[in-house]
Structure formats: C-alpha cells, structure tokens
C-alpha cells in the first residue's frame, strides 16, 4: 500500500493509493490486534471514504 502526503498552504491532503478498496481497509482495521497498526489503518479507511 502506498500513501503520500502533500502539503499545499496551510493544509495537508492525504493520497491513499488504490490498492484495497474502503471494505478492505475497513477488515484490517477492526482486525487489527496491534494498536499503533489498528489507528493507522482506521486514518487509512477514514481518509479512503472522502
């Protein structure tokens, strides 16, 4: 998976590459035993739905 940021001004925009679907990167993060793995995936899945 791949994921850049970009700064632009003030903000920052997030690009999540399309290799798993929103249903994909929502699996892994209610699966995710590891909390630190758990919240990125859940930034991931947030991000992927806008």
């Known amino acids: 998976m791949r994921v850049s940021r970009q700064e632009v001004g003030t903000g920052q925009h997030l690009h999540v590459a399309d290799h798993l679907s929103s249903a994909g990167l929502k699996q892994r993060y209610q699966s995710a035993?590891?909390?630190?793995?758990?919240?990125h995936f859940q930034v991931l899945y947030l991000a992927s739905e806008r």
Do not use: A, C
């Open 33 to 39: 035993r590891d909390p630190v793995e758990r919240t």
